[in-house]
């Protein structure tokens, strides 16, 4: 007609040819369907065996745990005796510093190397003297090296007095002290020279540094912003 574009028909193609491309396509539908059928019942045939030869192993080992136990024990025996003693031995050291064993004469008694004796021994708030900082308060026990032995001050408060105990090795000495007033906090009673190795058994040689030693440890546990001061029978903790 007149004024009207013509429109371009697309071919149609015969019967036979469209139904050849259809099934075709069918026909590979189906074949991919059956590729993941059979890919799935792979995976499950697979997750069985595994699962059978699971129960299989666990089987067996529930049925041959005593031997199997028998054979890792043989096996592995001297590592296992070896842990065993180790592991007592730190038990008995750690009960016989709870009692105030020097840790030296535990490590001889139990034949454990000092060093770790020394490490069971800081949980307890044991140090070793070339470590120590006496500017931060520790608890009330500790020991630390001193000379070839080792030494311990702890306290016994009694209200308005009470007792400096020191320890140096199995010797023990009990120094009284009292509460002072203004800038003296304590008086701690130490004996003089001249009657120091009668009352307490330990050369007099080894006194300064025993009295010095005292006051560090009084000022780290007891009181950190103070000072202490050496006098002929006496050591004065003081405000510094």
């Not at 026909?27 to 699971?54: S, T």
């Not at 049925?63 to 038990?91: G, T």
């Not at 400096?164 to 130490?190: H, P, S």
Request: glycine share 6%.
């Amino acid at each position: 007609m007149p004024g009207l574009t013509s429109i371009q028909r697309m071919p149609v193609p015969e019967s036979s040819s469209y139904k050849a491309i259809m099934q075709k396509m069918l026909d590979d539908n189906a074949k991919a369907a059956a590729a993941v059928v059979a890919g799935a019942q792979k995976v499950r045939e697979e997750v069985a065996a595994e699962r059978e030869a699971a129960r299989k192993a666990l089987l067996e080992t529930t049925q041959n745990a005593p031997a199997l136990a028998a054979k890792y024990y043989r096996q592995h025996w001297n590592r296992i005796e070896k842990d065993l003693r180790e592991q007592i031995n730190r038990d008995l050291a750690t009960k016989l510093l709870a009692v105030s064993e020097p840790p030296d004469e535990v490590a001889a008694l139990l034949g454990m190397p000092e060093a770790e004796v020394l490490e069971i021994a800081q949980r307890f708030g044991y140090f070793e003297m070339e470590v120590y900082d006496f500017g931060i308060p520790e608890p009330d026990i500790k020991w630390q090296k001193m000379d070839t032995t080792y030494a311990r001050v702890s306290y016994e408060d009694q209200g308005r007095g009470g007792y400096v105990i020191f320890q140096l090795g199995n010797t023990i000495c009990r120094f009284w002290y009292e509460f002072g007033g203004g800038t003296t906090l304590v008086f701690i009673d130490v004996p003089a020279e001249a009657h120091w190795e009668a009352q307490t058994k330990i050369p007099l040689a080894q006194r300064d540094q025993i009295l010095n030693f005292i006051g560090q440890r009084v000022i780290a546990d007891k009181a950190p912003e103070y000072g202490y001061r050496i006098e002929p029978t006496s050591i004065v903790i003081f405000m510094d």
